[in-house]
């Protein structure tokens, strides 16, 4: 998968005194245009700005800009009808009823939603499954619906053959899509239908099994994050802080971020961010204070929320604090 140009340079200069503040769009102004445009229900806008990302390039991070904008399951079954033949509008449909779908449920532990919100939270998931086969069939060599049926099979519990098999689409296409890897991660986790043993085993493979300088090593600070979040309090940080979890966490950083072949392409802020959290909870100070120089105050919701639910710009700020 192609990496677009470099972003670091631009932001070596930020240092840790610089305010954190939430970038919902990772540093992309691509993803600022379109959903702006998406708010105003300009599609013309919308659909230039999504094919100037071609899937080569991954532009499901675009693709999200715009389904995580209210207002837009109103306005685009008008394009539907204007453009029955067309995959894009699907594709947009799609990605909007799942986000709309999440929306609904909240993420909220399940015992705390309702049989309605679960019940319109499958409705929604349902049609968006309908446009994204719709999508995959028409394009069959795009990355996208794929990699969106992974979230949406999550959301509907599908079988684990069946969640696999959308996972395996998804890397047929794009080897190293980190938000496919993302997902696989997620279902194995302990909370969805998996073990803390598969989920390691897997974040391991998939970084290492790639090449050095991939953004695939996030998987493994993701996975202690979580393991580290299913602990009970006695043991969370007793657990990030043991010696295999930090030499882990070191040799991820090497393979992926720390490597010369890495480049600050769509996705690295929220890599660094990860590995920021994870080697903070580690005690990891000198190498957690490496990723918090190289963001300034660049943060990502994810992993930060994890923290309690804290803001995740406070909760950036007082473990970049901690470990200076």
Known sequence: MALLRDWGPALEKWTTKVVPRVDKDQGDPAARRVRAAAKAA????????????PESEDRTGLLWAVGDVAGVERWIVEVLEAEPESPLPRLVAGIRYL?????ARTSAFAKDVSREQFELFHSRLASAEKWLYEVAEREPGWISPWYALQVTGRGLQVEPDVARRRFEATVRR???????????LQHLCAKWSGSHEQMHAFARESAFGAPAGTLLGQLVATAHLEHWLALNPEEDFGYMRSPAVRASLREAADHSLRHPDFVRGPGWIQVYNTFAMAFSLADEDRSAQECF????????????????????AKAFRQLRSSSA
């Open 42 to 53: 300009d599609w013309a806008t919308v659909r230039a700005e999504l094919e100037a990302r």
């Open 99 to 103: 986000s709309w779908g999440w929306e």
């Open 174 to 184: 794009a080897p190293h899509h980190l938000g496919a890897h993302q997902q696989r």
């Open 293 to 312: 120089r190289a963001l300034g105050g660049r943060v990502t919701e994810f992993p930060w929320y994890y923290l309690n639910g804290a803001d995740p």
